[in-house]
Nanobody, 123 residues
Framework: QVHLVQSGGELVQAGGSLRLSCASS????????VGWFRQAPGKEREFVAS????????NYAESVKGRFTISRNNVENTVYLQMNSLKPEDTAVYYC????????????????WGQGTQVTVSS
């Protein structure tokens, strides 16, 4: 079983950039699809981006297309979410998730979840 450990969240000004990391401290991440989700206060957790286990076919929510990029390094056992042109509405707790299915990983039914990291974008 993979165990996901996240890092990279912090306070940033609107228009700025952040890179979130999601690493596996257990089984190698290479055989799993990985997704990123976010949850703002009072809102449901929503899909942000996902990537297959080979690093292809990234999917993005419409709200982040052109601003966020998901990537992975299977040698480093890490998946990244590069976030550019950040907006106050991007403020949320961000979670990474892993699943053997590249379809399920785009839903909240994904098998394994990271601990979450806070991203706050000030206006």
């Amino acid at each position: 079983q993979v165990h996901l450990v996240q890092s990279g969240g912090e306070l940033v000004q609107a228009g700025g950039s952040l890179r979130l990391s999601c690493a596996s401290s257990g089984r190698p991440l290479g055989s799993y699809a990985v997704g990123w989700f976010r949850q703002a206060p009072g809102k449901e957790r929503e899909f942000v981006a996902s990537i297959t286990w080979v690093g292809g076919s990234p999917n993005y929510a419409e709200s982040v297309k052109g601003r966020f990029t998901i990537s992975r390094n299977n040698v480093e056992n890490t998946v990244y979410l590069q976030m550019n042109s950040l907006k106050p509405e991007d403020t949320a707790v961000y979670y990474c998730a892993a699943d053997m299915s590249s379809v399920v990983v785009r839903t909240t039914r994904a098998a394994v979840w990271g601990q979450g990291t806070q991203v706050t974008v000030s206006s």
